[in-house]
């Protein structure tokens, strides 16, 4: 069983930065594929980000270039630095989860275990 705990949301000025952890306990972040995914009020839960088990990275487009997903194996650890924040972004922010085997998914039915989220308000 693997147990997800995002930290590190928070309230700032649009234009500005914060950095979400998600520590993983349980198994070893190698075994698995890492996402990211938010989701506003009145909103589906949309892909942000995700990092495969080979450390391949993905965006979605409206992030692209001001968010970067990483890991830390030695802190079992994985990272979302979000750079240039919109008002857009703001949302509940998930850890996720999922089996590394075969090809990676980016959509959120294909995620096996979820943090129970943090919330991200950039305001103008």
């Known amino acids: 069983q693997v147990q997800l705990v995002e930290s590190g949301g928070g309230s700032v000025q649009a234009g500005g930065s914060l950095r979400l952890s998600c520590a993983v306990s349980g198994r070893a972040l190698s075994n698995y594929n890492w996402g990211w995914f938010r989701q506003a009020p009145g909103k589906e839960r949309e892909f942000v980000a995700a990092i495969s088990w080979t450390a391949y990275t993905y965006y979605a487009d409206s992030v692209k270039g001001r968010f970067t997903i990483s890991r830390d194996a030695a802190k079992n650890t994985v990272y979302l630095q979000m750079n240039g924040l919109k008002p857009e972004d703001t949302a509940v922010y998930y850890c996720?989860?999922?089996?590394?085997?075969?090809?990676?998914?980016?959509?959120?039915?294909?995620?096996?275990?979820w943090g129970q989220g943090t919330q991200v308000t950039a305001s103008s």
């Open positions: 996720a989860a999922q089996y590394a085997l075969g090809r990676m998914g980016l959509g959120a039915k294909e995620y096996n275990y």
